[in-house]
């Protein structure tokens, strides 16, 4: 975690904005035509393709991640797994569900607070969020 060059919290704030016009509102409007709702689990499971599928055949990049020139890496700077991704998305996911959002509160705060810019999702994962493109010298 030599080379540690985190992404603070409006970009990530601003490529979750991005993720959710890209991926979200599709969904969305596509279970809304099938379904006649907005969210069901079609929704639900196509968020979780994306958000945990994507970073890892991506090299760490969401849509909207990539658009701001941010991506996930693991903490020896490697590419995220599946694994990786299953802990940064569903374990976190469910302890910001037991939490009733309190986490996702905190994990903000530590994202806008901590020098390395790590949520909770992250210490989960072993992750961060860096500006560095996977072919840095």
């Given amino acids: 975690m030599e080379n540690l060059n985190p992404a603070g919290f409006w970009i990530r704030f601003g ?10 509102a599709p969904l969305a409007i596509i279970s809304y035509l099938i379904f006649g ?4 689990w079609f929704t639900t499971i196509g968020s979780y393709i ?16 990539r658009i701001l020139g941010i ?8 590419d995220v ?6 802990k940064r998305q569903l ?8 939490t009733f959002g309190i986490g996702v509160i905190v994990s903000a705060f530590m994202v806008g607070i901590r020098e390395d810019k790590r ?6 994962a072993g992750t961060y969020v860096t500006f560095y493109p996977p072919w840095k010298e």
Avoid: C, Q
């Fill in 15 to 24: 490529a979750s904005l991005f993720d959710g016009i890209i991926m979200a």
């Fill in 37 to 40: 709702e907005s969210d069901t």
């Fill in 50 to 65: 994306y958000f945990i599928l994507l970073p890892v055949v991506w090299t760490g990049y969401t849509v909207g991640k």
């Fill in 71 to 78: 991506r996930i890496v693991n903490l020896d700077e490697t």
């Fill in 81 to 86: 797994s599946f694994w990786t991704m299953i």
């Fill in 91 to 98: 374990i976190a996911g469910l302890i910001y569900a037991l």
């Fill in 119 to 124: 949520a909770i999702h992250d210490f989960i």
